[in-house]
């Protein structure tokens, strides 16, 4: 069983769950038995992986009834429950019923912080000390992604950057680090710098459309024209304001604004066509290829844009 269990795992950790779920699944495991258990738990994480999450859901819930003080099969359920918004109260409940039986380990507090932040609205007193104990537990080098992002959400400036200082000095060539580093450069409006980094990273990761959108925002920001910035900036303070409240009849008062204000612009828009017909055609066009000519990070943006709009 354990060589069968290693090649399992072997195929899941290379991204193919479901060869990992159908070798495991013919190994006829029986939830009692304690001997299968890392069989079952592993299955637990393939079946998240291939996201079967009914399935991983179930199981979890079974094995954790029949193994209730299985250390690893516990961390591998609070993992899955805590992916889920469904499930976050079950997760928050076995992340408070670990931390009392392992008060050492960082990884519970961790996740009563992300749990409350994310997921249930804890208030910002009790996401920060549980945030606080993770990062002391863990020597202040592990959950600084998430820390960044909490920090940025309660608006800590000064915490934030020292969560990057941090990455970057740890691990300066991680993804994270490059995402939170990208972003912490929009936050505090280094736009070019944003830029730079944003088309390594995307040429590293071509796939990740989050950073597309990111690099062509910024882009907008620093070549658009006034009116276009105008827009883009009362897009993202709308976007935060929505992220930082937690009242659905704000964040509908939010969206209404602004759907109104651009069917103004809309209306206006008809009006003024001929004009913008003539900016676009001939005007932006002009300025669009002078700056090919004369403007490298123009040049650079405008080519990482063409390459990924060619990626299948």
């Known amino acids: 069983m354990e060589d069968q269990v290693f090649l399992a795992r072997g195929y899941l950790e290379r991204g193919n769950a479901q060869h990992a779920i ?3 699944e ?9 001997d299968h258990l890392e069989a079952l ?23 954790l009834r029949l193994h209730p003080e299985d250390t690893d099969l516990q961390d591998c359920a609070l993992h899955l429950f ?13 992340a408070l019923e670990l931390k009392g039986k392992y008060p050492e380990k960082s990884y519970y507090s961790y996740m009563l912080a992300y749990l409350g932040h994310t997921w249930l609205s ?21 959950y600084l992604s998430t820390a960044f992002s909490i920090y940025h959400s309660y608006d800590m400036v000064e915490e934030r950057a020292e969560c990057v200082t941090s990455m970057v000095e740890h691990s ?18 280094q736009y070019e710098a944003a830029a730079e980094l944003g088309i390594e990273l995307l040429m590293d990761y071509p796939q990740e459309t989050w950073l597309t959108e990111k690099v062509e925002e910024v882009k907008d920001l620093l070549y658009g024209d006034r009116f276009d910035r105008l827009i ?34 809309a209306f206006f828009g008809l009006i003024f066509a001929p004009f913008f017909i003539v900016k676009f055609l001939v005007i932006d066009e002009s300025l669009h290829i002078k700056r090919l000519e004369t ?18």
Request: a negative charge.
């Open 22 to 24: 159908g070798m495991l």
């Open 26 to 34: 013919k190994m006829h495991l029986v939830p009692e038995n304690s």
């Open 41 to 63: 738990t592993l299955l637990i994480e393939a079946y998240n992986e291939a996201n079967k999450d009914s399935e991983a859901l179930e199981l979890a819930r079974e094995l």
């Open 82 to 94: 805590s992916a889920f918004r469904d499930n976050a109260l079950e997760a928050e409940a076995l």
């Open 122 to 142: 804890r208030g910002r007193d009790f996401v920060l000390e549980h945030l606080d104990e993770a990062l002391r537990l863990s020597g202040g080098t592990y």
């Open 172 to 189: 300066p060539e991680a993804y994270d680090t490059r995402r939170c580093l990208i972003l912490e450069k929009l936050y505090t409006r």
């Open 232 to 265: 883009q900036r009362a897009y993202w303070r709308i976007e935060k304001r929505i992220d930082d409240t937690n009242s659905r009849i704000a964040v509908c008062l939010y969206m209404l604004c602004f759907f109104l204000v651009f069917a103004m612009l």
């Open 295 to 312: 403007d490298a990070l123009y040049r650079k943006l405008t080519e990482v844009s063409d390459i990924v709009q060619h990626i299948p």
